[in-house]
């Protein structure tokens, strides 16, 4: 296990420390960018995508109109979600498509997608990214803490490391940089004022990660 690092330096290390839409429905073609994948196989990121963000909403880690998740479509698309909506309540044909080697935003598109594209383009393992905002998180980054990731006895299996950036003016290329250095050193990051990122292989996977980083920031005030 890793030992914990300064929290000074940007980057710094943290570890111990629905409706079924129809086969006509697709991004790619509402988008214009791209061959469509199978329609199956596209229906069931973007439903994945939705139960995401409905689980955020549940578990209170996103409010109204807060929060972003992606899912990588190939190594050149990712599927992300709208800005200022509603997560819970999520359709299949409000996601939007965006080309990963591009500096095109899709009107509409979260804020935040060079945050998603950034992570995307350095790491073709990860097919998921959540963005958050955790209070318990927030409030821990506040006494310049993050949460300890050897609080929980299984959390090397699903999250065991996290690290941690300075804030960044929001949808900035200066944030989008800072969390992809961020994210190579951990698959949850703790961005400081901003709330949280967390990577996956799968989206359930990426959103688990988020809720078992708050709850670590919970454990790790003594909650």
């Not at 973007?46 to 109109?65: Q, V």
């Not at 900035?172 to 961005?191: C, F, M, N, T």
Request: with cysteine.
């Amino acid at each position: 296990m890793l030992s914990a690092e300064p929290m000074c330096r940007s980057g710094a290390l943290f570890s111990p420390s629905m409706k079924r839409p129809s086969a006509e429905s697709d991004v790619g073609k509402r988008t214009g960018m791209g061959a469509p994948m199978k329609p199956e196989r596209m229906l069931g990121l973007r439903l994945s995508i939705i139960e995401g963000g409905r689980e955020l909403a549940m578990t209170k880690l996103i409010t109204l109109g807060e929060g972003n998740l992606s899912a990588r479509i190939d190594k050149d698309r990712f599927l992300v979600t709208p800005t200022m909506t509603d997560k819970a309540k999520l359709e299949p044909d409000e996601l939007m498509e965006v080309e990963i080697n591009s500096h095109r935003v899709p009107e509409g598109a979260s804020t935040e997608v060079g945050l998603h594209r950034a992570i995307y383009g350095q790491f073709p393992s990860v097919h998921a990214v959540v963005h958050a905002h955790p209070a318990k998180v927030l409030a821990l980054a506040e006494e310049g803490l993050a949460p300890d990731a050897s609080l929980l006895p299984d959390g090397g299996s699903i999250l065991d490391r996290v690290s941690w950036i300075d804030d960044f003016p929001p949808g900035s290329r200066s944030l989008a940089q800072e969390v992809a250095l961020g994210i190579a050193k951990a698959p949850a990051l703790v961005i400081a004022a901003h709330g949280a990122v967390t990577i996956g292989a799968t989206v359930d996977q990426a959103v688990l990660r988020m809720i078992r980083l708050e709850r670590l920031a919970l454990m790790t005030r003594g909650g």
